[in-house]
């Protein structure tokens, strides 16, 4: 996809702040892959790439050489629609991705509303992965794609048992807890409180259910007093 290539470079600022600053924000990624292009360029760059004959092709050319032709697949493959295809391309893609902003990106439409029960099965397999962001994806899937419809007491335990200790699989754990806390305060609040989680999971999720505009005022303040307790370690 030499094109595309061309593109990337060509959209490229040319001042190089942001591509330093991006290389801070990704932190994981290789520095010699990032050419420094922004985000909506991107998105428009994926449309053009949608609307040509070299979209299949371009999501059949792994490994990609730059971070941004990561981001460009992700937000591709995020407008497949069939279901098992998209399940394929993720099955491909994710063990090359090296950073959260990756795996956070890869958000497929075709996932939003498929069946409750392969999206569990989905989520377990890739939360079994020994891969730092095909774990932190399937944690993901708990979160976008089963929330709050599809949710089960039993994926907070799921969620827990993901917890390898590398710090973007712990990272997501937290979020997934803050958020299921928003629309499952009866299940999550004790097992944040109680459950078989990390002090470093506990620590991030409180923060994060703290920091968020959709949690009661009288909830913060119980995870605040959470916060102060000590707890045993978990076995």
């Excluded at 892959?33 to 040509?52: D, F, M, N, Q, Y």
Aim: negative net charge; proline residues 6%.
């Amino acid at each position: 996809m030499d094109w595309i290539e061309a593109r990337l470079h060509e959209l490229a600022d040319k001042d190089d702040k942001y591509r330093i600053f991006n290389t801070c924000i990704v932190a994981t990624a290789d520095p010699a892959t990032v050419l420094g292009v922004r985000v909506p360029k991107l998105r428009k760059l994926a449309k053009e790439i949608l609307k040509s004959p070299d979209s299949a092709a371009f999501l059949n050319e792994l490994p990609h050489r730059f971070y941004e032709e990561y981001l460009l697949h992700a937000f591709v493959l995020n407008e497949e629609k069939d279901v098992a295809h998209v399940v394929e391309e993720l099955d491909r893609l994710l063990p090359y991705v090296d950073n959260w902003c990756v795996c956070d990106a890869l958000v497929p439409k075709a996932l939003k509303g498929a069946d409750p029960g392969m999206l569990s099965a989905l989520a377990q397999r890739y939360m079994a992965s020994d891969h730092e962001y095909t774990r932190r994806y399937g944690i993901s899937i708990l979160m976008r794609d089963l929330l709050p419809e599809h949710f089960a007491p039993e994926q907070l335990s799921w969620a827990a048992a993901a917890d390898d200790g590398r710090y973007y699989v712990q990272m997501m754990v937290g979020w997934y807890l803050a958020e299921a806390l928003v629309t499952q305060e009866e299940s999550v609040f004790p097992f944040i409180a109680e459950g078989p989680l990390s002090p470093q999971v506990r620590k991030i999720a409180i923060q994060k259910a703290i920091e968020s505009f959709r949690i009661s005022d009288e909830m913060k303040e119980r995870l605040r007093a959470l916060r102060k307790r000590p707890h045993a370690p978990s076995a």
